[in-house]
């Protein structure tokens, strides 16, 4: 699992010209992209890390001043270029396996505490952002101990 994670000071996601979720505050954007081989613990090992991480202004972490996130899937991120010109999505999970945990990565993060946004799993988006610092991460589970 893997995650591209934005600090914000705002966010939102329109689906077909209507707006579906949004951010209006400092907080964060991530951009989950699931392949065929995580699972459930995995999901809420990277939504706990990405909860406590200290990316927010002098150092604070969302758990720390219960900043917001949105969540997008993104299935995109595994993507492979290796061969032409055509990017690949061989290893991105199928429907029936990324839909559930992109739901159980959120709901990890409810559990904690978080306010979550997100975005509409299989749907066509246009994400809106405006990333502070810039400051933005990838985080994957298999960088992650346990």
């Not at 893997?2 to 400092?26: C, D, F, L, M, T």
């Not at 951009?31 to 081989?37: A, D, H, I, N, S």
């Not at 927010?56 to 219960?66: G, R, T, Y």
Request: charged share 25%; aromatic share 6%; net charge negative.
């Amino acid at each position: 699992m893997k995650a591209v994670v934005q600090r914000v000071s705002k966010a939102s996601v329109e689906v077909r010209g209507q707006e579906v979720a949004a951010i209006n505050e400092p907080g964060l954007m991530v951009l989950l992209g699931v392949t065929g081989t995580d699972t459930a613990a995995e999901a809420a090992t990277l939504a706990s890390k990405i909860w406590r991480l200290r990316m927010l202004e002098e150092e604070k972490s969302c758990s720390d001043i219960d900043a917001p996130l949105l969540v997008v899937s993104q299935f995109t991120l595994y993507g492979e270029v290796r061969k032409g010109r055509r990017p690949g999505w061989s290893a991105a999970a199928p429907r029936a396996i990324s839909e559930p945990l992109y739901e159980e990565f959120m709901a990890t993060l409810r559990a904690l505490g978080a306010r979550v946004e997100h975005g509409v799993f299989g749907e066509q988006m246009d994400v809106s952002l405006v990333n502070s610092g810039p400051f933005t991460l990838v985080v994957d589970t298999t960088d992650l101990p346990g």
